[in-house]
């Protein structure tokens, strides 16, 4: 029923889901083999392994795919591949395998989604990765970040049998397999469809940018954002989704469809690109919109642009014939004023007047309260985003105080809760060190990796009553500079955040060494001592820096409070 329609990448949709009874056998049988719970991220890879969206692959790579991917964006056998798909595992998991065996692929529940041939298992070599397929060792870049940050040391290659997909409960009708959508392009008689990848809500540059590709190509159009895992920091997808659909009446009827994909993005940039393309391949589509810096990961830690914002158009051309998707290259979408409509930029006279609203802007003002006019997003979108994003005043927000013991932290905390709860209008909690570690961490020390688990678990206890909309004051100590800033961007995603660096001197701290902590740890009673025997890394990004020594708890609290109201985290609406 579909032969018309576009061949999959490699020839073949490899739907990898095996029959009822062969899995039943297969899941019988696992009780004996090792296991292996799969990341956010690896789920989203297996369900794209799974539902074919990555054919002609067939399972995470082996070294033979791996290397000539990384290299020279190839599998083994010669097709075109940009990213590499692999599965890492832990030591302790990598200890219990072994090649010519068997791994169950489990989602975080338990629940065994797919078997694994073990065909090869080697130590990653993260450089060797980020070099490659990102062209940096910039942990700026979150591909780069997360292959040294949250990737395990082995990687497992093999084939797999998959026994069921990855659940969804949200928005299901939108997230048929790519052969669902392919018959469903038959039953409707599409044959041209443009995809759009997207990451962030749509507004109506994409509108019109989208209906001038499908007009320009005689396509059908589908919106096909991805709802797996982006970059971090975006809106959430339900936001999005509730967007997408919003926007949907806007286009002639029978002419475009929405449907999401569950990828987890790298924003590798160019390569990312030729992915994107290849999963809509074998989606069924014929066409791809490839803009300004397809799947950026923005600037490197010296601010300068990771790819070059039309890399991607240039990567995609050159292998334009081998890829068989065809490439719908555009510029930046402008709005012209004096013509009230959206032009690519390269179509606007110069020194005509045109409008954009960036991303960073558009967060400012969503974060701020302030209107998104007409001429930029559809009402009905930005009454989705202004639900999910209320002005601040009515925002959920962590004040994170740090400091050396006895500056004076929980006591300004202290002074700040009762003069919030005084105010009303939110729930507030005080995460103070002592009382985190009698409750959350009594089973902690103080080496660095139990003071950054400490500081860890205040983080998402902080980021959980943030974007409930409520406000969490935190007072350790938290004297390392790296998890402060993965909290502090773990909560960001959900309200407003904000370091308060409590700099009371430690001369000042320990004469008045309220615990007698000081006078133990000179005497070298108390070991790893934060400011005598332990490092104390001071913030470079503390929005407030106080110093106690002069200041009564008072004053102290009304600096803070000064910052709040400033940036409209109280008072207002
Ligand atoms: S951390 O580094 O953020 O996990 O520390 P925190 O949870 O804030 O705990 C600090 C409180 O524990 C007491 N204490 C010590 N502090 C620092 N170093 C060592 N070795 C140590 N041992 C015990 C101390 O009372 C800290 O409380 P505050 O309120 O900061 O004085």
Known sequence: MSDHLIAPHGGILKELIVPAERGAELREASRDWPSWDLTPRQLCDLELLLN?????????????????????????????????????????????????????????????????????????????????????LDQKHPGVAHIFQRTNNVAVGGRLAGLELPPHYDFVPLRPTPGRLRYRFTELGWRRIVAFQTRN?????????????????????????????????????????????????????????????????????????????????????????????????GKDSKGVPFYDPYGAQELFREHQDELGIQMVPFKMVVYV??????????????????????????????????ELPDWFTFPEVAEELRKTHPARARQGFTVFFTGLSGSGKSTLANVVMVKL??????????????????????????????????IRRIG????????????????????????????????????????????????????????????????????????????????????????TSELSPEEAAQQVFLYLEKEGFIGGQ
């Open 201 to 297: 809500p749509m507004h109506r540059a994409h509108f019109e940018l989208t209906m001038r590709a499908a007009r320009e190509n005689d396509a059908n159009l589908l919106i096909h954002p991805t709802v797996g895992m982006t970059k971090p920091g975006d809106i959430d997808h339900y936001t999005r989704v509730r967007c997408y659909r919003a926007l949907l009446d806007h286009y002639p009827e029978h002419t475009a469809m929405l449907s999401l994909l569950p990828l987890a993005m790298r924003m590798g940039g160019p390569r990312e690109a030729l992915l994107h393309a290849i999963i809509r391949k074998n989606y069924g589509c014929t066409h791809f919109i490839v803009g300004r810096d397809h799947a950026g990961p």
């Open 52 to 136: 074919g969206g990555f054919s002609p692959l067939e399972g995470f790579m082996t070294q033979a795919d791996f290397h000539p991917v990384c290299q020279d964006m190839r599998l083994a056998d010669g097709t075109l591949w940009p990213i590499p798909v692999t599965l890492d595992v832990t030591d302790e998991v990598a200890e219990q395998l072994s090649v010519g065996g068997k791994l169950a692929l489990r989602d975080p529940e338990g629940v065994m989604l797919a078997a694994m041939d073990v065909e090869d298992m080697w130590v990653l070599d993260r450089e060797e990765k980020a070099r490659s397929v990102f062209g940096t």
């Open 460 to 547: 998402f206890v902080a980021s959980e009553i943030t974007k409930n909309g409520g406000i969490a004051l935190c007072a350790p100590i938290a004297p390392y500079d790296h998890v402060r800033k993965e909290v502090r961007q773990e909560i960001e995603t959900g309200g407003g955040f904000v370091l308060v660096h409590v700099a009371t001197p430690l001369e000042v701290c320990e004469q008045r060494d309220r615990k007698g902590l000081y006078a133990k740890a000179r005497a070298g009673l108390i070991k790893e001592f934060t400011g005598i025997s332990d490092p104390y890394e001071e913030p470079a990004d503390a929005e407030l820096v106080i110093d």
């Open 337 to 370: 004023e004096e013509k009230a409509a959206y032009l690519p930029v390269d179509e606007v006279e110069e020194g005509t007047r045109t409008l954009t609203i960036s991303g960073t802007e558009l967060r400012t003002r969503l974060i701020e309260g302030r």
């Open 421 to 454: 709860l005084e105010m009303g209008g939110r729930p507030v909690t005080l995460l103070d060190g002592d009382i985190v570690r009698k409750n959350l961490s009594s089973e902690l020390g103080f080496s660095k990796e139990h003071r950054d688990l400490n």
